[in-house]
């Protein structure tokens, strides 16, 4: 499973000066109208908690649209929630401290507003940055490759305590009852579950498949018992390159479901997809390795399908229901996408229809293809 290991990677040498706290900011959102806390933000506070705990400072940043004033009852109301959730999971409350933001530009490069709070956490960040007294191998990170490419990034020595080895695995073929965010906004780079974890925090090196900004990069965590996404603090991943490759370094902790996202680029081609003659589609899905990732977009009159691709063709696969003139429906066929592109059609010649250039925002498609009807008259069911 494990097939390379790339010791010495040294995080303190003689001489460095003493780490300094980083910092985390969380945004604590209020339902409107209320001072009670959104579930969503209250379960950022407890995803962190591990933070909260080893904190040496905590300030509550306040949108303050009165200075100079007293603050009125809803944001002194909205605060004291704000420090008993904070108490409630063992924060220092010696060193919570208030800071009222008033100027309108600060406010918006926070992100607080009326209903959005921001919660800055100054901590040790034992991954990266607090040597250890007690082993000089703390000082030296561990990565250990899985066949499938992950690293498992880990002091030397929590390496050698252990018996065995955290287990990451991709996420494909587990269903998620919430969908997956619009790929119009976002590219699914990784989806995987860490099924166990040290009780320090360990780093996760991904594979990246093309140049990515770091500051692009989305860690989200699935929430199983609200079955929605929750965004992670990600402001401690970094990425790397080793053996000409890009990976991601990012920190987990807590065992459970993650996907790292990026935006799609403004330049990612279109692809225009044709249905068999004679047959409409009811619904197609685009899936990556497995991940249900988008719906494609229907255009004319549900005859032809155009959606984005980050990657080749041969790395997707599509789901479908089509339908004959006569309301007659196929069971639901998956086929790999690399199978719709062998019959090319020109896509120059879709340049002048203005359906398709308004679907592919104003651009004409750079691959256009027929889905393959070879097993269609087979398929075909009453409902």
């Known amino acids: 499973m494990f097939h390379a290991v790339m010791l010495g990677l040294t995080l303190f040498a003689p001489g460095l000066q003493p780490a300094k706290p980083v910092s985390d900011t969380l945004l604590i959102q209020f339902n409107n109208q209320s001072h009670t806390i959104e579930s969503a933000s209250a379960e950022k506070v407890y995803y962190n908690s591990d933070i909260i705990l080893r904190a040496t400072s905590i300030e509550i940043l306040i949108p303050d649209y009165l200075p100079a004033r007293d603050l009125p009852t809803e944001t002194l109301e909205r605060l004291q929630e704000i420090k008993d959730l904070l108490e409630s999971e063992g924060a220092p409350m010696d060193e919570v401290q208030e800071r009222r933001i008033s100027d309108r530009a600060e406010m918006d490069r926070l992100g607080i507003n009326p209903k959005t709070y921001g919660l800055k956490i100054f901590h040790w960040n ?20 899985q066949s499938d490419g992950i690293g498992i990034h880990i002091r030397m020595c929590d390496y050698l305590e252990l018996d065995a080895l955290p287990r990451i695995i991709p996420a494909a073929g587990m269903a998620v009852k919430s969908p997956i965010t619009s790929h119009e906004d976002i590219r699914l780079l990784h989806d995987f579950i860490l099924h166990d974890s040290l009780k320090k925090k360990l780093i996760v090196a991904l594979p990246m498949n093309g140049k990515v900004r770091t500051a692009d990069l989305k860690l989200e965590y699935y929430n199983e018992t609200e079955q929605l996404w929750l965004m992670v603090n990600t402001e401690t991943i970094e990425t790397r390159k080793q053996d000409k490759l890009q990976y991601a370094y990012v920190p987990l ?24 003659k004679g047959y409409g589609i009811l619904a197609a899905h685009i899936s990556h390795a497995g991940v249900d990732g988008f719906e494609a977009e229907k255009v004319l009159g549900s005859t032809a399908l155009a959606f984005q691709l980050q990657e080749e063709p041969s790395n997707y696969r599509i789901r479908m229901r089509l339908c004959d003139a006569g309301g007659k429906q196929t069971d639901e066929l998956e086929i790999p996408l690399e199978a719709c592109l062998k019959k090319q059609v020109s896509a120059k010649s879709w340049a002048d229809n203005r359906i398709v250039r308004a679907s592919c925002k104003g651009r004409v498609p750079e691959k256009a293809g027929q889905i393959p009807n070879i097993e269609l008259p087979n398929q075909i069911v009453s409902r």
């Open 126 to 145: 034992d991954a990266f940055q607090r040597p250890s007294a007690e082993s000089p191998l703390c000082s030296l990170d561990t990565t250990i490759f």
């Open 253 to 276: 902790q807590v065992p459970g479901r993650y996907r790292l996202t990026a935006p799609v680029p403004a330049n990612a081609p279109y692809t225009l997809l044709l249905a068999p």
